[in-house]
C-alpha cells in the first residue's frame, strides 16, 4: 500500500512540474516616454489578455532612458519621443525605429492665470525668462512659475526644439512626468508648463492656443499646430520573436484604430504630414478644416 501511495504522489508531482513549466511566462519589458505610457500600458494589458502567458511591464523613465536601456539590451523596447538621432551617445544604426503614434504637446497654464492663447514670441519670452509676470500678456496680475520637463525628457526635446530653438531656457524646477507636471500647475498660482495631449485632458489645467490655434489633434494632423511628435518603440535590429509580435500588434488594426484614438492619440495612418529626425515636414496627404481657438 505505501508503494502504491509513493507512486501516485511521484505521478501528482511530476503533473506539478509538467504544468509548471507549461505556464512558463514569456516577458517583455518595455521601458521610457511617460507620454507614451499610458499607450503602451492600456495595449499591453489588452494583449495580455489575448495572449496567455505573456507577460508586459512598462514603466517609465523618460525618453532617453528608453533609448539607452535599450541600447544596452536592459530592455526589450525603448519608447521615445524623439528619434534616437536626436539623442547624444546613442547609435541610431544599431536600433530598429516602430513608429506607433503621434502625440501633440501643449503649453499649459494654472486656470486663474486669465490667459487662453498666447503668441509663440511671448510664450518664447516666458520660457527664457524676459516675460515674468501674466499682466505682460493679458492676464492677471500673478508672477510666472515655469515648471520644466527633466533633462531626459523627450517631450522637453520636441518643447524646445519647436518653441525655443536657438534659445537658452530659463532654469525651473523639473520634473519627470506629464502626470507629475500636471498636478503641480493646477496648484500653483502662475505655474506654466507643457504636457502631452492625453495628459492635458480635463478641466484642472488651462491648455494654451499659440497664435490663435488650438492645441487640438485635427489642428496636429494638418501640421497647423508644430507641436508635436512621433510615439516611437525602438528595438535591436533583429528582436525575439515575442518583441517582433508586440510590434505588430501596436501597429495592427485594433491599436492603430481603436485605442490610439480612444486615448487622445493619432494614429500615424492619419497624419497629413510626415517628420524626419532633422525636423523637416513634408505633406503626403490632404484633410480637412483645421480648428481655431
Known amino acids: ?158 518643447f524646445e526644439s519647436v518653441i525655443l530653438p536657438g534659445l537658452v531656457p530659463i532654469k525651473a524646477q523639473e520634473q519627470d512626468s506629464n502626470g507629475a507636471v500636471k498636478k503641480i500647475v493646477a496648484s500653483t498660482p502662475g505655474a506654466i508648463s507643457y504636457i502631452a495631449f492625453p495628459y492635458a485632458e480635463g478641466n484642472a489645467v488651462q491648455k494654451l492656443a499659440i497664435d490663435g490655434i488650438a492645441p487640438t489633434n485635427t489642428n496636429v494632423k494638418q501640421n497647423k499646430w508644430k507641436l508635436w511628435s512621433y510615439e516611437h518603440m525602438y528595438t535591436q535590429k533583429h528582436p525575439q520573436a515575442r518583441t517582433q509580435a508586440f510590434i505588430n500588434y501596436m501597429q495592427g488594426t485594433h491599436v492603430q484604430r481603436d485605442l490610439i484614438p480612444k486615448l487622445g492619440y493619432i494614429s500615424v495612418h492619419d497624419m497629413e504630414y510626415e517628420r524626419d529626425a532633422q525636423g523637416n515636414d513634408k505633406l503626403v496627404r490632404k484633410g480637412g478644416k483645421q480648428d481655431v481657438g
Not at 49 to 61: D, M, S
Not at 100 to 120: C, D, H, L, S
Not at 128 to 143: A, C, D, E, R, S
Open 1 to 158: 500500500m505505501r508503494g502504491k501511495l509513493k507512486f501516485i504522489i511521484g505521478i501528482l508531482l511530476a503533473i506539478t512540474v509538467l504544468t509548471g513549466c507549461g505556464r512558463k511566462t514569456d516577458k517583455v519589458t518595455i521601458v521610457g516616454s511617460s507620454a507614451m505610457q499610458l499607450l503602451a500600458e492600456q495595449a499591453g494589458n489588452d494583449y495580455r489578455l489575448q495572449h496567455k502567458g505573456v507577460n508586459i511591464t512598462v514603466q517609465g523613465g523618460g525618453s532617453g532612458t528608453g533609448l539607452s536601456q535599450v541600447q544596452e539590451r536592459a530592455v526589450a523596447i525603448g519608447t521615445s519621443d524623439i528619434f534616437a538621432e536626436q539623442k547624444k551617445g546613442i547609435n541610431a544604426a544599431q536600433l530598429q525605429d516602430h513608429k506607433i503614434a503621434v502625440i501633440g504637446i501643449t503649453p499649459i497654464a494654472n486656470k486663474e492665470v486669465g490667459v487662453k492663447n498666447i503668441t509663440r514670441t511671448n510664450l518664447q519670452k516666458i520660457f527664457t525668462g524676459k516675460i515674468t509676470n501674466w499682466k505682460q500678456v493679458g492676464g492677471h496680475n500673478l508672477p510666472i512659475t515655469v515648471i520644466n520637463r527633466s533633462k531626459g525628457s523627450g517631450t522637453r526635446t520636441s
